[in-house]
């Protein structure tokens, strides 16, 4: 792989970069861009010729310099280190998923099916980011895309079952069964986040990742409240309510996933 620096002596504010991000988007070599404003420098991590990247460039009219082009292993080793991130998040993610699919049926808590079915989307999310690690920067805002679609038809099916339980007579859920697993859910995305957080990427399929999680640390803490509003009022309606809310927060987070995947 190729790292090339160049000099953009006209880049001094966030616009300029967004620019040559969508200047540089359909070259299929670019596996990354640094950009460094305010020493007016960018970095490009590609596979191909400097000298047609440097020409799109120029195109611009930044006064653009091309100030050298070496190969390097520093992206192949972030790689690495992003695909394991992954697969650990994708597997407690997972976890959970399966742990409160069964108790949220087994409950009757539609709080945690709908947490559930979030964990399950962040579970397609992070396998789709496994496909998109060392590939260009379209694959990337392609997988952002289609995480961002599947989270939305998800929360649209999500907030039909809520309106049907609302409408159709169904038993109180269980609330010490809605706060356990939900606190458990609440440890296990804490430590997905962390870890997400730490790797300090700004790439498109991992930032989608870290919205997907940070989504999910608020919704836990929801269905603990809303398991301490059954046990006060012995209704099922705080249940209905945080599975409401979560399917909106999941509509939310799709809603930035795509604006993310421009």
């Known amino acids: 792989m190729k790292k090339s620096k160049f000099k953009i002596h006209k880049m001094d504010c966030p616009s300029e970069e967004q620019i040559i991000r969508m200047k540089l988007q359909n070259f299929t070599s670019i596996e990354a861009l640094d950009f460094d404003i305010p020493n007016r420098e960018l970095l490009v991590f590609h596979h191909e010729n400097e000298e047609e990247i440097f020409k799109q460039l120029e195109t611009l009219n930044f006064d653009t310099q091309h100030i050298s082009t070496e190969f390097t292993q520093e992206k192949l080793q972030e790689h690495k280190n992003q695909t394991q991130l992954l697969w650990s998040v994708l597997g407690i993610n997972f976890f959970f998923f399966l742990l409160e699919i069964f108790y949220g049926f087994w409950s009757n808590s539609m709080g945690l099916v709908a947490d559930s079915l979030d964990m399950l989307a962040d579970s397609f999310v992070y396998l789709l980011a ?54 458990f859910a609440l440890l296990g995305n804490a430590a997905c986040l962390y870890l997400l957080q730490k790797s300090k990427s700004k790439e498109a399929h991992i930032q989608a990742s870290v919205i997907f999680t940070n989504n999910d640390v608020m919704i836990n803490l929801g269905v603990i409240i809303a398991g301490i509003l059954v046990y006060f009022t012995h209704s099922k309606m705080p249940d209905l309510a945080i599975g409401t809310l979560i399917f909106i927060l999941v509509t939310r987070g799709a809603f930035s996933i795509l604006k993310l995947s421009k």
Do not use: D, H
Request: hydrophobic share 55%; aromatic share 12%; charged share 20%.
């Open 130 to 183: 496994l496909f998109a690690v060392g590939k260009a920067i379209e694959r990337k805002k392609n997988v952002a895309k289609i995480s961002g679609y599947f989270q939305l038809i998800l929360a649209i099916l999500g907030l039909t079952e809520v309106l049907r339980r609302f409408f159709v007579k169904t038993e109180v859920p269980e609330f010490q069964m809605m706060m356990l697993i939900s606190f």
